[in-house]
T-cell receptor, first 115, second 112 residues
């Protein structure tokens, strides 16, 4: 049973470009969470999605950031017009059940560098 | 406002000795806590959890203690091994129960 997959592992973008980060949850998991880790900081919650639904996006910046988890395919975190401050490691996690009392299984992360 | 705090950014311990990692929280509504371990270039992995109905949970070399009155929990690793060198995050469910809030992490170095 493959774990949570994220790609790409490393992504380099110039300011103003778009970044697309993909997350494939563990088999049987229909709940996906995205986190951002800035250098020397902890994980910050961004968004929680179920298939075709955004449940909680309270941690996501209001502009330039969007997320989706379609019925088929991976979850996508999209950052438009990237700026240097977007440089960070982005992790996704999945669980088989909703709610915060379930262990979250994390992917290896995507390290975004904005030049 | 940080709801989960880990005030020691780093900790060094000799192999074979005890490692104690601390975590404080501000929200008295939190009733479940988890510890995650993270190696460089990898995602966090779950280590151990504790419910607020308990004050201790043990799993092999890892024990988590919870002091609700002090809003404090600690992770004890004994004996510490070089492979335990990693960043340890304390996490608690959000008020809305939908997600976790993570502390900033403590980097543990176990010296051979």
């Amino acid at each position: 049973n493959a774990g949570v997959m994220q790609n790409p592992r490393h992504l380099v973008r110039r300011r103003g470009q778009e970044a697309r980060l993909r997350c494939s949850p563990m088999k049987g998991h229909s709940h996906v969470y995205w986190y951002r880790q800035l250098p020397e900081e902890g994980l910050k919650f961004m968004v929680y999605l179920q298939k075709e639904n955004i449940i909680d996006e309270s941690g996501m910046p209001k502009e330039r950031f969007s997320a989706e988890f379609p019925k088929e395919g991976p979850s996508i975190l999209r950052i438009q017009q990237v700026v240097r401050g977007d440089s960070a490691a982005y992790f996704c996690a999945s669980t088989p059940l909703p709610g915060a009392y379930n262990e979250q299984f994390f992917g290896p992360g995507t390290r975004l560098t904005v030049l | 406002d940080q709801q989960v705090k880990q005030n020691s950014p780093s900790l060094s311990v000799q192999e074979g000795r005890i490692s104690i990692l601390n975590c404080d929280y501000t929200n008295s509504m939190f009733d479940y806590f988890l510890w995650y371990k993270k190696y460089p270039a990898e995602g966090p992995t779950f280590l151990i959890s504790i419910s607020s109905i308990k004050d201790k949970n043990e799993d092999g070399r890892f024990t988590v203690f919870l002091n609700k009155s002090a809003k404090h929990l600690s992770l004890h690793i004994v004996p510490s091994q070089p492979g335990d060198s990693a960043v340890y995050f304390c996490a608690a469910p959000w008020e809305n129960g939908q997600n976790f809030v993570f502390g900033p992490g403590t980097r543990l170095s176990v010296l051979p």
